[in-house]
């Protein structure tokens, strides 16, 4: 689909937006379209050398509108101090995109505690961590704000094969609810989206666990309009919720995924049907995924 905004190029002027998980996937593509539409944009990741390329190509026509920051989510004191660090340099955050995360799809019963802590703490404790961060500034100074954050409609339906990332999502989303309730009078307003499946590189294929990819949950033609999204879908309705056109919206969880959720295969359950040896095979074909990736990001 070619790309098309309906919205002017200062629909988010004045915006200071921070998004976590921001130096890959879908972090760096949405960022570049806020800043095309006059945000100021803070990306946040683990690896300084992937952020700083990452700033550089979201800013390439807008010099100084993408900053960076190496920060591990989990961390609430490296969190609170990086926040502190844009409130002194560039001023308060307007909005807060919650995009860090991590899933890899496995047999639950094969999980060891500190995969399941992976997962759950990038996707739980850091949404929650950089939320509380932020929000606590806002309240103390009278500021209203707008946190989002990127869910998967597993949300309402669970999800086998991806059972710790689909706790940490539905966790994500209960705070969304809960917190637009209890800082609504404050002017903080809390959202999410739950995307259907947006092809990424690395993830893609971390989602993928067969040369086949047979796992419903990614397969276009079981989508009723019949192909997945794309990063300017979900950029567009992330500059709508971070703009003033949408200041009545608040504890809401919006589903962009082609119908994909009411047609039933939003789920990884055609996966029941792996033998452990196709899951031994999926597990070396991941490694070697990962190993290829991150050898890519040194050179």
Avoid at 149 to 175: Q, R
Avoid at 224 to 241: H, M, Q, S, V
Avoid at 246 to 267: K, S
Wanted: net charge negative; proline share 4%.
């Amino acid at each position: 689909m070619s790309a098309r905004s309906i919205f002017t190029a200062d629909a988010l002027a004045g915006k200071r937006i921070l998004i976590t998980g921001g130096g890959t996937g879908l972090g760096p593509g949405v960022a570049a379209r806020l800043v095309a539409h006059g945000a100021q944009v803070h990306i946040w990741g683990r690896r300084e050398a992937v952020l700083a390329e990452a700033a550089a190509e979201i800013a390439a026509d807008r010099p100084g509108a993408a900053h960076c920051q190496a920060v591990n989510v989990r961390d609430f004191d490296a969190v609170s101090a990086a926040v502190a660090e844009i409130w002194e340099q560039h001023g308060p955050l307007t909005g807060v995109l919650n995009n860090a995360a991590a899933n890899f799809i496995a047999p639950t019963v094969s999980l060891s505690p500190r995969a399941f802590e992976a997962v759950t703490a990038t996707v739980m404790t850091g949404s929650f961590n950089t939320t509380l961060a932020v929000g606590k500034r806002w309240i103390a100074e009278g500021l209203p704000g707008a946190v989002l954050s990127n869910l998967t409609t597993w949300v309402w339906s669970g999800s086998a094969f991806v059972v710790p990332s689909a706790m940490a999502k539905a966790a994500v989303h209960a705070m969304t609810m809960s917190l637009a309730v209890e800082w609504g009078r404050y002017g903080i307003r809390l959202n999410a989206f739950a995307p259907g499946p947006i092809p990424t590189e690395y993830a893609w294929e971390m989602l993928n666990p067969t040369e086949e990819s047979s796992a419903g949950a990614t397969q276009a033609d079981q989508i009723p309009l019949g192909r997945t999204g794309t990063i300017d879908e979900l950029a567009n309705l992330t500059i709508f919720a971070f703009s003033d056109a949408c200041d009545y919206l608040t504890g809401e969880t919006i589903a962009m995924d082609g119908g994909q959720r009411l047609a039933g295969p939003n789920t990884f359950a055609s996966l029941t049907a792996m033998t452990d040896q196709d899951w031994a095979n999926a597990r070396e074909r991941s490694q070697a995924a990962s190993a290829a990736a991150k050898a890519a990001r040194t050179v």
